[in-house]
């Protein structure tokens, strides 16, 4: 009998019919959860009053960091045409140029919701990520992240850590089909309140249970020892566009 991740009902009360990808399909996500009922699955693709979902924000954001990744080799697979809702990119003699549309706009309001959506989505892909590669996630502890990313209640922070260095390490075929893997790096530090991801180039770190300002200091001070020489500090993510979603590091 299966269970759902996110609402924790088990069949019959819920369905398991359609595939949940963990990572968005239109980035090239190959993985699924078969854990994620479909009440659960539409609720994070379902657009509700915003003009984008929560699935949406997670693929705008790295959209163009996959886009300029896939423009370094030429892909064996058929990866399909760039498509987003905020941004263009144009080439030309073999370079890229990218545009802003109209729909993505730089106001306070905007880039603060379009943040919001877009760390419940990061949320989203770590658990269901953890839960297939693992098979955890289904203890109460993890209520802690389904409050945010399934009910969003609560506001948790996200941190995004800016490279020192212009040099990112992927696997092959990574820009294809992006995979989240985890203790993939020595510098990801993770311990019993917040962990560490990288994803397309981009490092994140979060926590994952509740913490106090005794392991926030704790978990930064070693965080920042296993990034020294790498990475200059870490941002708390407020908008979305405190991402470097051009990887702009990469052209130093």
Not at 227 to 233: E, L, P, Y
Not at 237 to 251: H, K
Request: charged share 30%; proline share 3%; glycine share 4%.
């Amino acid at each position: 009998m299966k269970k759902c991740l996110w609402c924790l009902e088990e069949e019959p009360n819920v369905t398991f019919y359609k595939k949940a990808h963990t990572i968005p399909k239109s980035l090239g996500g190959q993985n699924y959860n078969p854990n994620v009922c479909d009440n659960c699955n539409e609720y994070f693709g379902n657009r509700e009053n915003n003009y984008y979902s929560i699935e949406e924000a997670l693929k705008e954001t790295f959209i163009i960091t996959r886009q300029k990744l896939l423009s370094w080799y030429e892909p064996k697979k058929k990866v399909g045409r760039f498509k987003s809702k905020f941004f263009e990119v144009k080439e030309r003699n073999g370079k890229y140029r990218l545009s802003i549309k109209s729909t993505f706009r730089f106001d306070s309001s905007f880039q603060i919701n379009l943040c919001r959506s877009f760390k419940r989505g990061l949320y989203k892909m770590y658990l269901e990520e953890l839960n297939r590669q693992k098979l955890i996630g289904f203890d109460e502890k993890y209520n802690f992240i389904r409050r945010f990313a399934r009910y969003n209640e609560n506001d948790l922070p996200v941190f995004y850590f800016i490279r020192s260095l212009g040099v990112i390490l992927t696997l092959k075929d990574e820009a294809e089909t992006p995979k989240l893997l985890f203790e993939r790096m020595k510098y990801l530090y993770s311990n019993d309140f917040f962990a560490e991801i990288e994803f397309l180039g981009h490092v994140f770190g979060f926590p994952i249970s509740e913490f106090g300002e005794i392991e926030l200091e704790n978990y930064m001070k070693s965080s920042a020892e296993a990034k020294k020489g790498s990475f200059k500090n870490a941002k708390t993510l407020v908008r979305l566009i405190d991402v470097d979603f051009t990887l702009a590091i990469l052209n130093d």
